[in-house]
């Protein structure tokens, strides 16, 4: 990297930033173009446009006609009893199959209501897409309940009250983070990031949750909201027994969690925000 | 009714009124349904997960007309759910090839916002039939599937660098031919 690249290979580059395949050095690389050549994003803005063109080249494939009349049903149900909570569709036919009962229901769960989107749970002999109510108790690691919930919500909480600020320091751009960081050693590509559009980058913080060490970085929304997002190393018997991609909770207060992990990290989004803009900030900072 | 847009069915379905429901599944029903069986590949999965991003849209009221099209947020809210689904299927969870960029307002201000859906899929389609097979390929397969770049390599049986410059090229050829026609088109 240390000649100067030609055109044609900085346009490789943005494909591979847009498509996701950089290395971390590409990374690294393509960051200092972007500041260089501020022409570069509009570059990428139009290869993400590309991308997000491809389901126009899909083949027409028309639904069943009986979808459409199922789905204004389903609409149609949900308006009747707004008061309800909502279930997504049963499946027509169960298509989903899981290894074993992550959690078990609760009725009487009081606290944080745990929503399960889109995990599919074997209950009894039956298989059934649900969204639920669970206690947190019942997020469980080894079969004993995940502590880590009640870290990230003290966590949270405490950093917006702390009288100093929400944040250990202050940065413009996401490569100053790993620098700034004690102790934890993470890379750009693998920090929990919101899109520049979505939330504004106050900065970050370590974070030590129980055994969990990891970091913290804070956002302000367009509506003043302030955000945590965690990146969290646990030893993989620590890791809570995620069953779907996403599990998102909400506590009384308004407070919402969206967890997601990945090989190496827990990830978890933490806001006094509904749960659908939590998920959709959690799809935002996996880039989905 | 027939050209009333969509901010405004949105706003008359988020109102209670289920015919705008109707509206927008005849006008985008096709497009989500095409990209859930593309990606689960099985009916009752594609039909119940077209289920789910209407009554989502009807439910969330995430959807902000300032920030893109409605087309383009339910391609994305479709494609991300697909993958979520694919991942939760997973035995072993894999890690979702990155994509550094949330797609949902990337046409607030395009020109192609200004075309049919109809001449959309033209002039995309054409522009694919431009790309090398395996170029092709590989963009599906991560597009739609969010099959990282290695699992595609292993799955292809060709280096990982391979792919890699696929998918790239693939992507900066679908961006010059859709340039191309749209000149053509204006």
Redesign the interface.
């Known amino acids: 990297m240390s000649e100067p690249l030609s055109p044609q290979e900085i346009?490789?580059l943005a494909?591979?930033?847009?498509?996701?395949?950089l290395t971390s050095a590409e990374t690294e690389a393509f960051q200092g173009l972007l500041h260089e050549l501020p022409a570069l994003k509009v570059e990428?803005?139009?290869?993400?446009?590309?991308?997000?063109?491809?389901?126009?080249?899909?083949?027409?494939?028309?639904?069943?006609g009986g979808?459409?009349s199922?789905?204004?049903s389903?609409?149609?149900a949900?308006?009747s009893s707004p008061t309800s909570v909502?279930l997504?569709?049963q499946?027509?036919?169960p298509?989903?199959?899981r290894s074993r009962l992550p959690w078990i229901m609760s009725t009487t769960a009081a606290g944080l209501a745990l929503v399960c989107g889109?995990?599919?749970l074997r209950l009894g002999n039956q298989v059934r897409?649900l969204q639920a109510q669970y206690s947190p108790s019942e997020l469980t690691v080894a079969g004993d309940p995940w502590s880590g919930l009640r870290n990230l919500l003290q966590d949270h909480h405490q950093s917006l009250q702390n009288p100093d600020g929400p944040v250990d320091f202050v940065v413009s751009q996401p490569d100053e983070i790993p620098d700034l960081l004690q102790g934890f050693q993470t890379t750009v590509?693998a920090l929990p990031l919101l899109?520049d559009?979505?939330g504004k980058l106050l900065g970050g913080s370590n974070c030590q949750l129980g055994d969990a060490e990891g970091l913290r970085l804070t956002y302000q929304l367009e509506t003043d909201q302030t955000v945590s997002a965690y990146q969290l190393v646990l030893a993989e018997e620590e890791f809570p027994e995620l069953?779907?991609?996403?599990l998102s909770l909400q506590q009384p207060d308004g407070t919402g969690i969206v967890l997601w992990?990945?090989?190496n990290y827990l990830y978890a989004v933490v806001a006094e925000l509904p749960t659908?803009?939590l998920q959709?900030l959690a799809?935002?900072i996996?880039?989905? | 009714m027939e050209h009333e847009t969509d901010g405004s069915l949105v706003a008359r379905l988020w109102e209670?009124e289920?015919s705008a429901?109707?509206i927008l599944?005849?006008r985008y029903?096709?497009?989500v349904?095409?990209?859930a069986?593309?990606g689960l590949r099985?009916?009752?999965?594609?039909?119940?997960l077209?289920?789910?991003i209407?009554?989502?849209l009807?439910?969330?009221?995430?959807y902000q007309p300032h920030r893109g099209s409605l087309a383009?947020y339910l391609?994305?809210l479709?494609?991300?759910?697909v993958?979520?689904?694919l991942?939760?299927?997973s035995t072993q969870?894999?890690?979702?090839?990155?994509?550094?960029?949330?797609?949902?307002?990337?046409?607030a201000d395009?020109p192609?916002q200004h075309i049919t859906?109809q001449e959309?899929?033209a002039i995309?389609?054409e522009?694919?039939t431009t790309l090398k097979a395996q170029q092709r390929e590989v963009?599906?397969l991560?597009?739609?599937e969010?099959q990282s770049?290695r699992d595609i390599a292993e799955r292809l049986g060709v280096p990982l660098g391979t792919v890699?410059?696929w998918?790239?090229?693939g992507?900066?050829q679908?961006?010059k031919q859709?340039d191309l026609l749209k000149e053509d088109l204006s």
């Open positions: 346009r490789e494909a591979g930033y847009v498509l996701g395949d990428v803005t139009a290869l993400q446009e590309t991308l997000a063109m491809m389901p126009y080249g899909l083949d027409d494939v028309e639904p069943e979808l459409r199922q789905i204004l389903a609409a149609k949900e308006f909502s997504p569709p499946p027509s036919t298509t989903f199959k889109l995990a599919t897409t590509a899109p559009h979505q069953q779907s991609a996403h992990r990945d090989e659908a803009e959709t799809y935002a996996e880039g989905i | 209670g289920l429901l109707g599944y005849d029903g096709s497009l349904y095409g990209i069986i593309k099985r009916v009752a999965e594609a039909e119940d077209t289920q789910e209407f009554l989502s009807m439910r969330t009221r995430s383009s391609t994305t479709t494609r991300s759910r993958i979520d689904r991942r939760a299927q969870y894999k890690y979702l090839n990155q994509w550094h960029q949330s797609q949902t307002v990337v046409d395009t192609m859906q959309k899929r995309v389609r522009a694919l963009l599906e991560s597009y739609y969010g770049q890699k410059s998918a790239r090229r992507l900066l679908l961006r859709l």
